[in-house]
């Protein structure tokens, strides 16, 4: 798989698959659709509705850059809450890789180093009270331990990775939530909605990060 960095819109870097031309990342603004889809439509969304909350679990499918991850440990580093983050990765990034992403602009730039040189399949603790749990694996063949209070869902796009998109990978993201859990995806397109809906979610369709109109944000129902 050859990659290489770009540039996108906002200035922040991410990776090109250039074999399929799919980047990990929205050509528009990596760090604004990160920020956009995961953190204030995920990670925020769920804290404000679970205040109380003293822990959360958060599954990352496609750890990738490890941004998605980053910030959601600089957005929870003053807060109380026991924080266990699972990031699934099948093709982890070389070093070369992670250290050309210039990711000081990202956020907290020793956390991020720490994030990458973590040993993969091994819980370790990023930073107090929140842990990271690296795991080198598809989604296909993973089956979890425990179930999570958010999901990212950040695999590449259908048209590069179709099989991660089908209805039975989004009914295991269903079975993967705890009650009251929240699925959030830069995805908006209508079988993954309709998938999501067949699974038991109730779906809403979000204002999309720049560059696209819309994503999809999911939730189990506490009635369930």
């Known amino acids: ?5 770009i540039q ?8 090109e698959i250039t074999d399929l031309n799919e980047t990990y990342h929205s050509r528009h603004g990596a760090l604004a659709e990160a920020k956009h889809v995961f953190i204030e439509s995920g990670l925020s969304h769920w804290l404000s509705r ?7 679990s958060i599954f990352e499918m496609g750890l990738g850059t490890g941004m998605n991850a980053l910030l959601s440990f600089d957005f929870l580093v003053h807060s109380p809450v026991k924080l266990y983050y699972l990031g699934l990765e099948a093709f982890p990034l070389e070093s070369k890789e992670w250290l050309a992403m210039d990711a000081k602009g990202w956020g907290n730039y020793h956390q991020y180093l720490k994030l990458h040189e973590a040993e993969w399949n091994k ?30 869902y950040d695999a590449f796009g259908a048209r590069a990775q179709p099989e991660l998109w089908e209805a039975r990978w989004l009914q295991k993201c269903a079975d993967m939530l705890n009650t009251g859990g929240v ?5 908006a397109k209508g079988s993954v909605r309709r998938a999501l809906e067949a699974a038991g979610l109730i779906v809403e369709r979000l204002p999309g990060p720049p560059g696209k109109r819309e994503m999809l944000r999911a939730a189990k129902s506490k009635q369930e």
């Open 123 to 152: 819980e370790i603790e990023l930073s107090p009270n929140k842990i990271l749990h690296k795991v080198n694996q598809t989604f296909e063949s993973f089956e979890p331990k425990i179930t999570f209070d958010i999901i990212y």
């Open 183 to 187: 699925f959030v995806t830069y995805a």
């Open 50 to 56: 679970y205040s109380n909350s003293k822990t959360l």
């Open 8 to 15: 996108t819109g906002d200035g922040s870097n991410t990776l």
């Open 1 to 5: 798989m050859k990659r290489k960095v």
